[in-house]
């Protein structure tokens, strides 16, 4: 099982991915902390001995710099001249800042993890992560139009290898794969508490990704008071305020109804 | 017989040999001073693309001709045989030698000194930024008198030759199989031509026995049509293919009109002198000074071959010296053909008019007047061409009349209709760019000129509107002015170039700085004339269409004294 | 060098006849692949890709046809006027 939570900032979405992880727990489960503010380790940390799946916790900058290493030490490989005239030692510095790099890291760790048998996605703020799957479907619209372009000129000019295309084509086939895992076998669930701004964020998540054709079964209302649906054919879990941060708690809470789910 | 083709021929071709030789080689030494030792653009600035000395200067010299010769060398004397075919010929022969091959040869080397920048571009740096925009209005002027003069010449031979346009069209069927096999199929470029110059040959016999009969307005909507179609299409389609294949009509036309007539041996005898003011443009009595730069203009002077040579063959010369051969020695090809078109008229004219039952040969007198409004039965002047041109080749070579008839208005119109196919191409981007002041101020304005099919169908529309009344002795002198006055451009940024930048001796000036200000005095008399005198007449035949013209005229005469203006400025700087 | 024969003029000649226009087009065509991929390197406001990284050790020619849209900006209308004939 894939599963993304998702929700607003500070609503508990961590412990609920947790407890998440602690029901499908076995040899191949990975709990994925996509938030640049890791915060997993600090809820488990008193509970370590008993957790049996795997913590990840990427760290971006780090990532990033290996990403802009390989691709300089490959860049001398393959004895680029224009590296010199470019300085691009300086321009890798900047690329780091360059718009979309944050996105394209958490693509990346998303691609990484997802083949895993039971994989539990904790993601960033939603705008972030909204940009993310955002990223994901232009950018396969993008590398399909210039894979046409690509293809009518290597065409034109009676040329068969060529590594640009190569790599252009590998990448789509990536994302085109993970698309389809998104959509197919991924679900995802959100994570709300009862006050006004963050029904009004979980409304705006789950409209996107049903408009995306992603399946959102489940919505967790954490620290409910009452027991009342805000979303249509959506099955919730309503969470009492004195179980929020026991993700064994809310591990059982959910329990039946993913199975359900599951079996579904 | 010193007026028979032979002759005549053989003078042309001495003319030129001679020059080439004295006025041109003292050109290359005394002004632009060519040196081998210089490295040319396409050496030093070297790119493997556009930047590539040429394989051989022929080959360039062959290029640069195929892209300056069309179908206004043809026409254009065609009319002007109207004063006689003496005055036609001295005027290719020494407005070549003199000012046009000038032209050529000096916008290529200034080009190729200046990194193998344009034309206008140089213009904007040596005159000023004002000189470059007017650059642009001109072509944009131009192009829309292109259209209008070129459908118009189009739709009559069409009308009144029902095998042309057959053959047309299945010469563009031939071409569009053509481009399939060579661009798609990536079939074997030696194999493909020759399937070309068949299906060529068959459109022809096609032509001959599918004739379409349509009246001269129906075929004005299909060219529009055309147009705008032909030019939204991936190149390889229809307009590279086409273009491929012109080349070879052209080589092979120049080729068997020459020998024919040098073969033949005819007596000329259409009038050699009729009268200085034959009544040419719109049948008012018109003077041949000032007005023949205007109706002869491509095969003696052209404002568009400084386009062709400073955009891409100058970034290609691989020896100063060159230049010379492919811009001085290229016009000299392409005002024989012209010789060619007034020397096959004015020996078999005649034989033709007569053919097709106009007697207008009683006097000199008789024949200026009534020339023009006899061809137009032909076909107009591509009709009086294609068929003279026939009656020679067909005498040497023994090939079939019809078929040559065919062949030579086929020539003709697949120039014709490659240029309008280009024309529409560049109007977009033209419009577009002088659209470009409106984008903050009137955003909305800006959109819609940029709106590509706005761009497109605006010069289209335009220009077929313009041909609509059949008028082409109108509009065809229109064309010829915009060109030269492009053509005054080019050479006034040149003599500031030989001035300013070359210094040059203040005697060797001259050979630019007299031919640059009789082009401009007399463009400039000939478009007044033209203002004032042809087109009132031309009210009768459609008012919106003169006031178009009017505006257009009044237009390029007001940017030609700005142009004038900035030239002196820029002399005493 | 041997001077080159009549006939081998002519083959080079309609063989370049053929392609003239169909390479400008092609070149175009480069240049935009060029501009899509690594425009922010002449200073377009286009942002970095991952693709325009991964691709960049390989893309030696397609720098090149970014600095011709340099080279050629300030005399477009030129040089696309060179390439068609119109009279």
Redesign the interface.
């Known amino acids: 099982m894939k599963v993304f939570v998702v929700g607003k900032g500070g609503v508990g979405k961590s412990t609920v991915c947790v407890a998440l992880a602690l029901i499908l727990q076995s040899k191949d489960t990975m709990l994925v902390s996509l938030d640049p503010a890791h915060n997993i380790s600090d809820i488990v940390k008193n509970h370590e001995v008993m957790l049996n799946f795997e913590i990840v916790e990427p760290d971006f900058e780090k990532e990033l710099s290996i990403y ?1 290493k390989k ?1 300089t030490d ?2 001398k ?2 004895s ?3 590296l010199t005239v ?1 300085n691009l030692e300086n ?1 890798l510095d900047v ?1 780091r800042y ?4 944050e996105e ?1 890291m958490l693509l ?1 760790n998303i691609k990484r993890y997802i083949d895993r048998r039971h994989v539990v996605f904790d993601t960033p703020p939603t705008g972030l992560f909204l940009k993310v799957l955002g990223l994901l479907d232009s ?1 396969i619209l ?2 399909e139009k ?1 894979m046409e ?2 293809q ?2 290597l065409e ?3 040329i068969k290898e060529d ?2 295309l190569t ?2 084509e590998k ?1 789509l086939k990536e994302y085109v794969k993970l698309k389809n895992t998104l959509q197919n076998e991924a679900i995802f669930i959100g994570v709300t508490t009862e006050d006004r701004l963050s029904l009004k964020e979980t409304e705006r998540i789950f409209g996107f990704l049903r408009k995306k054709g992603y399946s959102v079964p489940l919505l967790v209302v954490n620290r409910a008071k009452e027991k009342k649906v805000y979303l249509e054919g959506i099955k919730h879990v309503f969470i009492p305020e004195y179980h929020d941060r026991n993700p064994f708690e809310i591990s059982r809470k959910i329990h039946s109804l993913l199975k359900l789910e599951i079996q579904e | 017989m010193l007026f028979s083709t032979t002759v005549l021929i053989i003078i042309g071709l001495l003319i030129y040999v001679f020059f080439y030789h004295t006025y041109g080689k003292a050109l290359e030494r005394d002004v632009v001073r060519a040196d081998d030792s210089n490295p040319t653009p396409a050496h030093r600035l070297y790119d493997g693309v556009d930047y590539v000395p040429a394989v051989n200067k022929w080959v360039l010299f062959g290029h640069h001709f195929a892209s300056i010769a069309g179908a206004a060398p043809i026409v254009g004397p065609a009319i002007a045989m109207a004063w006689g075919f003496v005055p036609a010929l001295l005027w290719i022969w020494f407005g070549n030698v003199f000012v046009g091959a000038v032209h050529d040869y000096l916008a290529l080397s200034a080009s190729m000194r200046h990194d193998g920048k344009s034309i206008q571009w140089i213009a904007g740096k040596l005159m000023s930024d004002r000189t470059g925009k007017i650059f642009e209005i001109f072509i944009l002027f131009l192009l829309i008198l292109v259209v209008a003069a070129f459908s118009a010449i189009l739709g009559n031979i069409f009308h009144k030759q029902p095998a042309v346009p057959s053959a047309s069209l299945f010469f563009i069927i031939d071409a569009l199989i053509v481009g399939t096999m060579i661009y798609r199929l990536k079939i074997n470029l030696s194999f493909s031509t020759i399937v070309g110059l068949l299906l060529l040959a068959l459109s022809v016999f096609l032509g001959l026995k599918f004739p379409i009969n349509l009246p001269y307005k129906i075929w004005l909507l299909f060219l529009l049509l055309y147009i705008v179609i032909a030019s939204v299409m991936p190149v390889w389609i229809l307009l590279q293919p086409r273009d491929y294949l012109n080349a070879y009509i052209l080589w092979f036309g120049l080729f068997l009109g020459g020998i024919a007539l040098l073969f033949v041996a005819r007596k000329m005898v259409l009038p050699a002198f009729t009268s200085f003011s034959a009544p040419v443009i719109n049948g008012k009595p018109s003077p041949f000074w000032p007005l023949i730069p205007l109706i002869i203009a491509c095969g003696s002077l052209s404002g568009f071959h400084s386009l062709v040579g400073s955009g891409t063959t100058s970034k290609q010369i691989d020896k100063e010296t060159d230049a010379l051969l492919i811009g001085y020695g290229g016009m000299f090809t392409e005002g024989f053909l012209s010789t060619i078109v007034v020397v096959s008229i004015g020996a078999f004219g005649g034989m033709v008019l007569l053919n097709a039952g106009y007697n207008i040969f009683r006097d000199a007198h008789t024949f200026s007047l009534k020339y023009l409004p006899a061809i137009k039965g032909l076909g107009g002047p591509v009709g009086i061409f294609a068929k003279t041109y026939a009656e020679a080749v067909s005498r040497v070579f023994h090939l079939s009349k019809h078929f040559i008839v065919v062949f030579a208005s086929l020539w003709v119109s697949a120039f014709a209709l490659t240029t309008l196919d280009t024309t529409n191409r560049i109007a977009r981007y033209v419009v577009s760019e002088l659209a470009e002041p409106l984008k903050n101020k009137k955003h909305t304005l800006y959109s819609i000129f940029s709106n590509r099919w706005v761009a497109s169908l605006i010069p289209a529309t335009l220009g077929i509107w313009l041909a609509w009344g059949g008028a082409w002795q109108v509009i065809w002198p229109a064309f010829g002015g915009a060109n030269q006055m492009l053509a005054s451009i080019a050479l006034l940024t040149a003599t500031l170039w030989v001035y300013k930048e070359l210094k040059v001796e203040r005697k060797y000036t001259y050979f630019v700085l007299i031919p640059a200000l009789f082009l401009w005095i007399t463009v400039t008399i000939a478009l007044l004339w033209y203002l004032i005198v042809a087109i009132p007449g031309f009210f009768s035949k459609g008012i919106a269409q003169a006031v178009i013209l009017i505006v257009f005229v009044a237009g390029m005469l007001i940017l030609n004294f700005l142009l004038i203006y900035d030239f002196k400025k820029a002399m005493n700087d | 060098m041997t001077k080159p024969r009549f006939i081998d003029i002519l083959r080079i000649f309609f063989k370049e006849r053929a392609y003239s226009i169909y390479d400008s087009e092609t070149l175009e065509k480069e240049k935009l692949f060029s501009f899509l991929l690594y425009g922010w390197m002449i200073g377009f406001p286009l942002p970095v890709t991952f693709l325009s990284l991964d691709t960049l050790p390989y893309a030696e020619k397609e720098l090149k046809k970014l600095f011709l849209i340099i080279r050629d900006m300030d005399d477009v209308f030129g040089s696309t006027l060179g390439k068609f004939d119109i009279d």
């Not at chain 1, 360059?98 to 790099?101: A, E, K, Q």
Request: proline residues 6%; hydrophobic residues 45%; glycine residues 6%.
């Open positions: 802009l691709l490959e860049m490989r393959e680029f001249r224009y470019f321009l690329l360059s718009p979309g790099t394209h990346e950018s993008w590398m210039l372009l690509r009518d000129i034109r000019k009676g590594p640009i790599i252009i990448r």
